[in-house]
């Protein structure tokens, strides 16, 4: 079992920086692919960014890319989301969530474990 948490949210002007924290406990982290998504007012669960169980590869949603990192801490159980230039429009809940069958899936449906979610706001 894996337990997930998220932290780091907050509220930010357009433009500005944030950084996200996905800390697990249990089961060795790394061991597992882990994913960024994201949930705005009124919309679907999205998918915002993926990291392979090494850290070799990763994906990104169009929406975000070329703003967004996704990275793996020096410690084996952290997984950041470094978002840039953001916009109103990133204003979401973010999830962190691991997928112990280390898939590059989008999916949320495929993912086991999930963080409480933590909240962005970006004013305009």
């Known amino acids: 079992q894996v337990q997930v948490e998220e932290s780091g949210g907050g509220l930010v002007q357009a433009g500005g920086s944030l950084r996200l924290s996905c800390v697990a406990s249990?089961?060795?982290?790394?061991?597992?692919?882990t994913g960024w998504f994201r949930q705005g007012p009124g919309k679907e669960r999205e998918f915002v960014a993926h990291?392979?169980?090494?850290?070799?590869?990763?994906k990104y949603a169009d929406s975000v890319k070329g703003r967004v990192t996704i990275a793996r801490g020096d410690a084996e159980n952290t997984v950041y989301l470094q978002m840039n230039s953001l916009k109103p429009e990133d204003t979401a809940v973010y999830y962190c969530?691991?997928?112990?069958?280390?898939?590059?899936?989008?999916?949320?449906?495929?993912?086991?474990?999930w963080g409480k979610g933590n909240q962005v706001d970006v004013s305009a």
């Open positions: 990291i392979s169980w090494s850290g070799g590869s990763t």
């Open positions: 969530a691991a997928d112990r069958w280390r898939r590059a899936t989008i999916k949320p449906t495929e993912y086991d474990y």
């Open positions: 249990g089961r060795t982290f790394s061991r597992y692919a």
